[in-house]
């Protein structure tokens, strides 16, 4: 993603690109992921303890935050077909009628 930012001061203009990478973009390239990280609160820095690029908190922060929802996505996603796995494994086929019966389990799960 590249976004461009022009700013107009009196008569003068100054234009500033900067050139935006996402996180996959980074890596794929082969570039530093900024994974240590030094926080100063105060002056609203954080900076990568890897390369010494300063990064913008804000883009930061949505990127990680971007990064965590997609991991708890595929944490219920993975605990959802371990549930329908252990639902297949508690049921059976019934030896009078044919139909598909939950197997009933004690209070110790025997």
């Known amino acids: 993603m590249e976004i461009v930012i022009s700013a107009r001061i009196g ?12 996180e996959k973009e980074r890596l794929l390239a082969g570039e530093c992921a900024h994974q240590a ?41 993975d605990y959802e077909a371990a549930e329908q796995k252990i639902k297949n494994l508690t049921q059976t086929e019934c030896q009078h009628c044919g139909k598909i019966t939950p197997i009933l389990l004690n209070e110790t799960g025997r």
């Open 11 to 22: 008569s003068n203009v100054i234009d500033i690109s900067t050139v935006r990478k996402s």
């Open 37 to 77: 990280m030094a926080m100063d609160p105060i002056l609203s820095l954080i900076s990568c303890l890897d390369c010494g690029a300063q990064l913008n908190p804000i883009e930061w922060f949505v990127s990680k935050s971007e990064l965590f929802v997609e991991m708890r996505r595929q944490q219920l996603a």
